[in-house]
DNA sequence: AAAGATTGAATAGTCAATCTTA
DNA sequence: TAAGATTGACTATTCAATCTTT
């Protein structure tokens, strides 16, 4: 039936083909991203994901289930890394006045400062790492694409 | 110093943006082809890229190591998801001839049939979920773009 | 009852140490 | 000593159950 050739069945197609690539360029580059940023800054990238967010967002504050959705992780965890940074002090928890079920978690002046310190880090390694070895062009069109991508799946790309 | 609007700084940088998307692309569109593929054959995502590598590979083995740059995880992650197929039936653990150090994982009768069956979902999900929104132009575009990063890293696109 | 958040149990994944063979 | 693989301990992440407020 099949052999060992069936791999062109679908290495060719070039849907499959974008896929992979994106899988593999994920890895890849988030691996040498976060041990970069980490090794530097001493902050983990998912705290710096977190500190973006909040310092980006309305009154530099999120409900829990936003800053979620903004950062692409459960609310379980979010919840449980919310818990170590504000132990760091970078983050504060509060009670939202509006609706008591709800949870507010706003950036601290820690954690801007902490924000300010690694963002060079981070970017630079973006450029670095990956966008360097790309034209304007060809970055344009990645971004525009998989925004077209998201939007199908219901997500915002800049989420507001 | 800085305030809301610092949001421009990097949001509108093309690197960054294409990173971005790419980021939320990933995780939205592996969440729901995991989900489908897992939901709809009992294997998870991580049992079918194993299953696909070595199927595709040189007498359908492969060494440990070899495996585990393929699928793109640790040679300890891999090592654990065999031990665990190996008990399923789906694949088969031998020593190397040539080098008694190296362990060889080859795919079973069975392992096969699992991935034929398995195989038709998770394409059309690669098109249902990702492919489909795009273009060809935009699918090559991305799969060129990507591999090139991927060259950069050291790292072959295409495995062989 | 439904929404928001947290906790407990379980899976996924990594790093350092260990064992075996080259 | 190096390479290849596995094991143990640890971090990351998710899912189901729980608690509180609407």
Redesign the interface.
Known sequence: M?N?E??SD??D??????????????????R?LAREVEGQTGLPLSWYDVLLEL??A?G?ELRMQHLAERV?LSRTRVSRLVDEMVAAGLVVRRADIADARAVLAGITQAGRAAL?HAAPVY?QG??E??????S?H??????Q??????A??G?S??PS
């Open positions: 099949e060992g069936n791999r679908w290495r197609d070039p849907g499959v083909a974008a896929w992979a690539a994106l899988l593999r360029t994920h890895v890849t580059v988030l040498t310092n980006a309305e530099r692409v300010r970017l973006i450029q790492h990956f966008a360097r070895h790309l304007v060809q970055l344009t069109t990645i971004r694409s998989l925004d077209t991508v998201l199908a799946h997500v790309p800049h």
